[in-house]
């Protein structure tokens, strides 16, 4: 029988009654792709920030939030499978789980490619294989689009912010970089030795970067802090607001991160020639 690597290399075969499978996602963008793979009604337990898809997540019992699950809540639903993701999840939680519940399956994507591997497990653990291709299939297209407004415009480097106070990026080696490149946006700084680099002030990379990018989460970046943003820290390029789901969700909501990527690169580069 086939078997499938995760993240950690452990593999997973189908699970043989695939139709019982009780499965705890304390991944909020894997919980979304479980629902997209036609598996909603067999989610469990999910995170309380696995609010995708609305209305339907709202029936799955929560059972914490990403790094403070509550373990009793969790396997008093009796889950076969739980989805856990090597950023997301504590390793404490996620070596405990993996005594007492029957499959644990790590997730850790990279690039946005990897989608497509993540897809495959899933269908083939749990015998959606049909709809996870179609999922590949829509994902690919996807990317192509992207890469095809990467080429047709300058490549431009960006800051891209995921918190203040202080002000926070991040590295090329995330899966958000790696999703900005698709459309041609490289992140700054090109090198550090932190996933996620701290600004000092008066970084000279605010000089640097030809466009500023304020994502919406895990801090949520509006309107109101771009004009002191400008005040205090006085980028020289412009600054651009940015859906950070849309940027950081992978499996389901990648798809469609990719071309509102592309539509974001496209409008603001309309923008700027018509200026």
């Not at 090597?86 to 007492?100: A, P």
């Not at 940015?242 to 603001?268: H, K, Q």
Request: glycine share 6%.
């Amino acid at each position: 029988m086939t078997h499938l690597p995760d993240a950690i290399g452990t593999r997973h075969r189908r699970f043989h009654s695939p139709e019982r499978a009780r499965i705890a996602s304390l991944v909020p963008s894997l919980t979304e792709t479980l629902f997209a793979l036609g598996l909603g009604d067999r989610v469990v337990a999910r995170t309380g920030f696995c609010i995708h898809p609305d209305p339907a997540v709202r029936e799955v019992p929560k059972v914490g939030g990403t790094k403070d699950v509550n373990v009793a809540k969790l396997l008093a639903t009796e889950p076969t499978h739980v989805i856990v993701n090597i950023d997301e999840n504590r390793r404490d939680t996620v070596e405990h789980l993996r005594r007492v519940v029957p499959h644990v399956v790590v997730t850790h994507p990279l690039t946005p490619e990897d989608n497509v591997a993540l897809f495959a497990l899933f269908g083939h653990v749990f015998a959606v294989a049909d709809a996870a291709a179609a999922q590949a299939a829509a994902f690919a297209q996807a990317l192509q689009r992207a890469r095809a407004v990467a080429a047709a415009l300058p490549r431009e480097s960006v800051l891209y912010l995921i918190w203040k106070d202080p002000w926070m990026t991040v590295a090329r080696d995330t899966y958000v970089s790696a999703m900005l490149a698709t459309v041609g946006w490289q992140t700054l700084p090109m090198q550090s030795e932190r996933r996620y680099p701290e600004l000092v002030a008066g970084d000279a990379l605010w000089q640097q970067a030809d466009r500023v990018l304020l994502s919406s989460e895990p801090y949520a970046f509006d309107e109101r802090h771009v004009a002191p943003l400008i005040a205090t820290e006085h980028p020289a390029g412009p600054i651009t607001l940015i859906d950070g789901e849309m940027t950081s969700w992978y499996g389901s909501r990648a798809t469609l991160g990719l071309d509102y990527l592309a539509a974001l690169r496209r409008g603001v580069s309309a923008l700027a020639d018509a200026r």
